[in-house]
C-alpha cells in the first residue's frame, strides 16, 4: 500500500466546514480565521510505549493523540477548528488506519475539529498533531495570569489516568473507568471556553499538578500552596488504592488532562457557574501566594512531599 | 536532562516577530493572521533510516525537517511566518540538540520563521514540524490550476538528491555537490511568491517528477507530456552518471524540492522574469494535454517507461 492509499482513505472520511478553503489534497491547508480573533495553535507527539502503553488499541491512541492537543487549546479558551496529523507506521495496515480514525474522528467530530492535512509515513509508531484554535484578542488564559490570593481550582478528578498507569505497570487488573481515563481522556473545552473573562491563569494538567501548577507560578513570578485534602478523586481512585497511594496520583500523576486554573475569590461564584454551563465539576484545591515554588499541605498544615514529581521524559 | 531543560534550551536561541503574540512557554502559541490573507498549513515528519540517511548531520536534519515543510508553502506561493516543531529523541543529548538547532534556525532565520512551539519527547528519533504561511485572499497556487496546452516548468536541476542516494546506498564515495542536494533542499520560497498570478498549477518535488506532476494532473483533470531530453540536470549529475541512469534520476528520483509548475505559454516570459527575480533557473519541461496520466517521451518521440516511478513509503 502506497502513502497515497492512506491519505485518499482518510481524505475520504474528514468532514469538513466552510473556513477550510482547501483541506486534504494539496500541497498545504489554505484555511480562513475569522476576523478579529486570534489563531491559537498546539502541537503534541505520542510516542508508543512512552505515551501509551504499547497493547493500546488503535482507536484510543487515535482518541488520545488528537485529545492532548485540543487540551491544550483548551487551556488557552480557545474555541478548535482544525487539526493536521502526521502518523508514523511501522507496516501499512489499513485495518489499523481505520480503527485509529475511528477514535480521532469520534472527537475531532465531537468538537467540528476538521482535519486538514498531514501525512502518513514508515517508522516507530508516532502520532503528531497540530491543532488550530481560535480566541477573541486580549481573551485568551495564559500561564501568566495569577495573582497573590488568587484561589486555586481544578476540574474533574485527579491522579485516574496515572492509577491505570500504576495497575497495568505492575501487572494487576486494571480498572475499567481509571483505564478510561487514561486511554479517552476528555480535553476540557467547554470549560476553558467558559472561563474567559474569570480565571486568571490556566494550564492542562498533562505532567501532574504539581509539576503543571509550578509552570503557572514560574510564568506569574509567583508561590501557590495547595491543600492535600482538598484535590477530588473519583471512587474508582479510591476504591483502587489507598490513601497515601491515592494523594500521591492525584497531586504528582500526570496524563488526566483537568484543567488547572486560577480567579480571585470575588470571583467564586461565576466560576461554579462557568463549571455548571460547562458540565463539569470544579473544586478549590489551594492558593496563589507570594513567593516561588508550590507546597502541598496535609490537614495539619504540614508540607507533603511527593515521592515522585510529574512525569519527566528523559528522566 | 527533563523535557523542560530542552525547551528553556529551544526558546532562549529563537528569534520571534511582531506578530507572535505569544511563543515559546504556555499551552499554545498565540498568533495574529494579517488581514486579508489566507493563513497556509503544511505538516511533514521525517524519520531516521526512511527519510534522510541514519549517519545525516544533526544541522543537516535541523535543516532539512523545515525545509520540506517551508517547500510545501513554496509551492501554494505563500509567505512563511510560524513553526512548531515536534523533536522525538532516543536520549537526552544537549549537543545533538544543539547541532539540530544550528541547521534549523539557520534556515528559519533566512526566511524569518519563528518557531512558535511544539514539544520534545522520548522516541525512536523522528521530527515532526508543521509551517504556517499566509497568501492574499485568492492568489494560492493549486495543483488543480493546470489548463490543455500550458507549459510544464521546473526548477532548478532534478536528480541530485536521489543521486546522492544512490551513490550512498552503493557505498561509493559520494559527490559532495549532490549530498548537499539530499542534506540541505532549497526552498523554493521567491519563486512560489513570485509565481502567483503566473503559474496555473503548482507543487514541489519531493517523490520525484514524474510522481508529483501525475498529481498536478489528478487535481486537473488532465494529463501530461514531458520531453526527457528537456529535464534540467546539474554538472555533478551529468558527471556521476550515465545518461540512462541520470534521465530515470531526474525523472522519478524524489527529494530535491524544486518546484514544478503549469502557465500558459503567453506568459513565458513572466515565467522567466518571475524567475531571474527569485534568483532560480526554471526550464520548459513539456505540456499540459487533454486525458490523463503523465508521458515522458525520449527525442525520438518514443514513450520512456522509468525503472521505478517516485518514491513509494510502505511500497
Same mark, same amino acid.
Given at each position: 500500500m502506497l502513502e497515497f492509499d492512506h491519505i485518499a482513505r482518510i481524505r475520504a472520511r474528514c468532514t469538513t466546514r466552510s473556513d477550510v478553503l482547501l483541506g486534504i489534497g494539496d500541497d498545504a491547508a489554505l484555511l480562513q480565521v475569522p476576523a478579529n480573533t486570534q489563531l491559537v495553535v498546539a502541537t503534541d507527539t505520542l510516542n508508543a510505549g512512552v505515551h501509551f502503553p504499547e497493547a493500546t488499541s488503535p482507536a484510543d491512541i487515535g482518541?488520545?493523540?488528537?485529545?492532548?492537543?485540543?487540551?491544550? @487549546?483548551?487551556?488557552?479558551?480557545?474555541?478548535?477548528?482544525?487539526?493536521?496529523?502526521?502518523?508514523?507506521?511501522?507496516?501499512? +495496515?489499513?485495518?489499523?488506519?481505520?480503527?485509529?480514525?475511528?477514535?480521532? @474522528?469520534? !472527537?475531532?467530530?465531537?468538537?467540528?475539529?476538521? !482535519?486538514?492535512?498531514? +501525512?502518513?509515513?514508515?517508522?516507530? !509508531?508516532?502520532?503528531?498533531?497540530?491543532?488550530? $484554535?481560535?480566541?477573541?484578542?486580549?481573551?485568551?488564559? !495564559?500561564?501568566? $495570569?495569577?495573582?497573590v490570593g488568587d484561589e486555586i481550582w481544578t476540574s474533574g478528578t485527579l491522579g485516574d489516568a496515572a492509577g491505570a498507569l500504576v495497575q497495568l505497570q505492575a501487572g494487576s487488573a486494571v480498572d475499567p473507568a481509571l483505564r478510561e481515563r487514561l486511554d479517552r481522556p476528555t480535553p476540557r473545552v467547554a470549560l476553558g471556553r467558559a472561563l474567559r473573562g474569570i480565571a486568571g491563569a490556566c494550564i492542562d494538567i498533562s505532567d501532574g499538578l504539581l509539576a503543571d501548577l509550578g509552570h503557572v507560578c514560574s510564568a506569574s513570578g509567583l508561590g501557590a500552596e495547595i491543600e492535600l485534602a482538598a484535590l477530588p478523586a473519583s471512587a474508582a481512585l479510591r476504591s483502587a488504592f489507598d490513601e497515601e497511594s491515592r494523594r500521591s496520583l492525584q497531586a504528582t500523576g500526570g496524563d488526566d488532562y483537568e484543567l488547572c486554573f486560577t480567579a480571585p475569590e470575588t470571583m467564586r461564584s461565576d466560576v461554579e457557574r462557568a463549571a455548571r454551563e460547562a458540565g463539569v465539576e470544579v473544586a478549590r484545591v489551594g492558593r496563589i501566594v507570594a513567593g516561588t515554588g508550590v507546597v502541598a499541605r496535609r490537614e495539619n498544615g504540614e508540607p507533603w512531599t511527593p515521592p515522585r514529581r510529574g512525569y519527566a521524559h528523559f528522566a
Open positions: 482518541w488520545k493523540a488528537l485529545a492532548v492537543n485540543l487540551s491544550d @487549546l483548551a487551556a488557552m479558551g480557545a474555541t478548535p477548528a482544525w487539526c493536521t496529523l502526521s502518523l508514523s507506521m511501522p507496516e501499512a +495496515d489499513a485495518a489499523w488506519v481505520d480503527a485509529f480514525l475511528d477514535g480521532f @474522528l469520534e !472527537l475531532a467530530d465531537a468538537h467540528r475539529v476538521a !482535519l486538514v492535512g498531514g +501525512d502518513t509515513t514508515r517508522g516507530p !509508531l508516532s502520532v503528531c498533531v497540530t491543532a488550530h $484554535g481560535f480566541v477573541e484578542a486580549g481573551s485568551a488564559l !495564559l500561564r501568566s $495570569g495569577a495573582r
